[in-house]
């Protein structure tokens, strides 16, 4: 089966780091994406990972180590619009399976 | 150029009542998917079109669930005889081809059954 594991919720404050770590199982793996989705909005892309190692996008940064089937999203120099759910998702042969989110919350 | 749309953007229907609901992706992306997202869940997989063809319609929950796409471009999404738990924002995306991990979502229709 397949199945992604991120934490519910994280609380961070402005002009901090986070990190929202996913762990996966999945077959036939070809890379990890990451979403954000406001409240009420539609998801949107952020970062994709198909090798290992770090990949940077202005203050978001992506990891993948394939051999531990886990990945991360990071967010530096957190604004007040961060706040926002955050999905990992697995590409897999021709879709996406997304984790159930993680929910952060920045706060002043 | 325009995004994916979707209509209707909400829809209150009455327990065993059919709906149907629409999504228009972005011209020339040959993939369509369709997902569901329950209030504070995550985005479980429907079905997905390359073209008008849906080679896997494993992740509809029933055969109340069901899609089409012609042309190589609108696809509504019909689910029969609704009950409480289909209740959820149905979210449709595209993306250029089958496969990419860049998909762009519409703005989801929210469906209420009563």
Same mark, same amino acid.
């Given at each position: 089966?397949?199945?992604?594991?991120?934490?519910?919720?994280?609380?961070?404050?402005?002009?901090?780091?986070?990190?929202?770590?996913?762990?996966?199982?999945?077959?036939?793996?070809? $890379? %990890?994406?990451?979403?954000?989705?406001?409240?009420?909005?539609?998801?949107?892309?952020? *970062? +994709?990972?198909? =090798?290992? $190692? %770090?990949e940077e996008t202005?203050?978001?940064?992506?990891?993948?180590?394939?051999?531990? *089937? +886990?990945?991360? =999203?990071?967010?530096?120099?957190?604004?007040m619009k961060d706040s926002a759910s955050y999905f990992c998702a697995a590409l897999s042969g021709y879709a996406l399976n997304f984790g159930k989110g993680t929910s952060l919350l920045v706060t002043p | 150029g325009a995004g994916v749309s979707q209509s209707p953007s909400?829809?209150?229907?009455?327990k065993?009542?059919?709906?149907?609901?629409?999504?228009?992706?972005?011209?020339?992306?040959?993939?369509?998917y369709w997902y569901r997202q329950s209030l504070g869940q995550g985005l479980e997989f429907l079905i997905y079109f390359q073209g008008n063809s849906a080679p896997d319609k494993s992740g509809l929950p029933s055969d109340r669930f069901s899609?089409?796409?012609?042309?190589?471009?609108?696809?509504?999404?019909?689910?029969?005889?609704?009950?409480?738990?289909?209740?959820?924002?149905?979210l449709c995306a595209s993306s250029v081809r089958q496969g990419d991990y860049e998909q762009y979502f519409g703005p989801g229709t929210?469906?209420?059954?009563?």
């Open positions: 089966g397949q199945s992604l594991e991120q934490p519910s919720e994280v609380t961070a404050v402005e002009g901090a780091i986070v990190q929202i770590n996913c762990t996966y199982q999945t077959s036939g793996f070809y $890379g %990890l994406s990451w979403y954000q989705q406001h409240d009420g909005g539609a998801p949107t892309f952020l *970062s +994709y990972n198909a =090798l290992d $190692g %770090l202005g203050r978001f940064s992506s990891f993948l180590s394939r051999s531990d *089937s +886990y990945g991360y =999203l990071l967010l530096q120099e957190l604004q | 909400n829809k209150v229907t009455e065993g009542k059919d709906v149907e609901l629409r999504c228009d992706p972005i011209s020339g992306h040959t993939a369509l899609a089409e796409r012609t042309g190589g471009s609108v696809s509504t999404l019909t689910i029969q005889r609704t009950q409480q738990e289909d209740s959820a924002v149905y929210r469906l209420t059954v009563t």
